[in-house]
């Protein structure tokens, strides 16, 4: 049974800082693309940032970009967060898919959800 575990959520202020790690059962190479979505209350599920596994290229929605990095290891997917703003809390979730990397990658049905970590950005 495939796994992703995320954590490191928690409550911060304005311009602080969090990292998420997701942790999976398999090597996350074993997939081609991996992500990270949001949901806040009241609003639909959003992907933030994609990445191939295969080829590195990354993907990040523009409320994100110049503040959020994805990065991986063999067990692990990373959202390194800076400059966090109110608008950022949100239930973030990695998610993991068999499916090859392609840019309308929020889209996909992946395969496999972590159960989500809280994040909450105080002003």
């Known amino acids: 049974q495939v796994q992703l575990v995320e954590s490191g959520g928690g409550s911060v202020q304005a311009g602080g800082s969090l990292r998420l790690s997701c942790a999976a059962s398999r090597e996350t190479g074993s997939y081609n693309t991996m992500a990270w979505f949001r949901q806040a209350p009241g609003k639909e599920r959003e992907g933030i940032v994609g990445?191939?596994?295969?080829?590195?290229a990354e993907d990040y929605d523009d409320s994100v970009k110049g503040r959020f990095t994805i990065s991986r290891d063999n067990a692990n997917l990373y959202l390194q967060m800076n400059s966090l703003k109110p608008e950022d809390t949100a239930m973030y979730y990695c998610?993991?898919?068999?499916?090859?990397?392609?840019?309308?990658?929020?889209?996909?049905?992946?395969?496999?959800w972590g159960q989500g970590t809280q994040v909450t950005v105080s002003s």
């Open positions: 998610a993991a898919t068999y499916r090859r990397f392609a840019g309308d990658w929020w889209r996909f049905d992946f395969d496999y």
């Open positions: 990445l191939s596994t295969r080829s590195g």
